[in-house]
């Protein structure tokens, strides 16, 4: 027997439907809003780029534009944030721990919505503690991405090894280890190997590409910090 007409054994749920069709509103108004900064007569291509990405990066995510929201739902954000601080088994939302105890003592370790700066004279270590902080909120299964505009990307990972295998990282550029130390060396890549730490080498890059790419990192693997 052959029925017609017979329902599909997976019927859309409305939701989906309406979910699509919300996503296809937010895009025709992403595009409209493009096209009017392309028209817009200024010198600043940089900015006009920026809201061009701003516009499609909320359709993206469903994120819709910020507006004016009650101090009630200010503070049950609040309270929600720091839930997930008193709670850090929380990986998706409590803080980065940047492995640094006072560090983390002082700051209740890094916030996923701030810019932390590290401000020093030249060759005190601070590309050597970044990737050090890098590193340990990897290992606590945060998902990291790093730009270097000065130290190719081959620097960093040879600094990364020598520090996790403990050992000089100027005998390991020039292979002047034992057989021990070659065996740490071994173990160690195989451990960062794992690590979702992302390394972006590109020279010159702008604020601009720059964000770009972490919001397309976002998009693909997540991203932390």
């Known amino acids: 027997l052959a029925a017609t007409n017979a329902p599909s054994a997976h019927p859309e749920q409305p939701a989906n439907r309406g979910a699509r069709t919300a996503t296809r509103r937010r895009l025709i108004d992403a ?10 007569d200024t010198d600043d291509v940089e900015a006009t780029l920026r809201q061009a990405e701003d516009a499609l990066f909320t359709v993206r995510s469903g994120y819709g534009s910020r507006d004016f929201i009650p101090l009630r739902e200010i503070y049950d954000q609040y309270l929600e944030e720091r839930a997930a601080i008193a709670e850090p088994t929380d990986q998706n939302t409590g803080p980065i721990m940047t492995g640094f105890n006072d560090l983390d ?3 209740g370790g890094l916030q996923r919505s701030d810019m932390i700066i590290l401000g020093a004279r030249p060759s005190l270590g601070k590309s050597t503690l970044a990737m050090n902080v890098s590193l340990n909120a990897a290992k606590n299964g945060a998902k990291v991405g790093v ?3 000065e130290m190719s990307r081959e620097q960093l990972a040879l600094r990364l090894l020598a520090s996790e295998a403990e050992i000089d990282a100027h005998r390991l550029r020039l292979g002047l280890y034992t057989e021990a130390e070659e065996q740490r060396i071994i173990d160690s890549i195989g451990r960062l190997s794992e690590l ?3 390394i972006d080498d590109t020279p ?3 604020l601009v590409e720059m964000r770009s790419k972490s919001r397309r990192l976002s ?3 997540g991203l932390d910090l």
């Open 147 to 149: 730009f270097s505009l």
């Open 31 to 40: 595009a409209s809003r493009i096209s009017a900064f392309g028209y817009e």
């Open 196 to 198: 979702p730490v992302f």
């Open 219 to 221: 998009l693909e693997t």
């Open 105 to 107: 003592e002082l700051l």
């Open 204 to 206: 010159f890059q702008t």
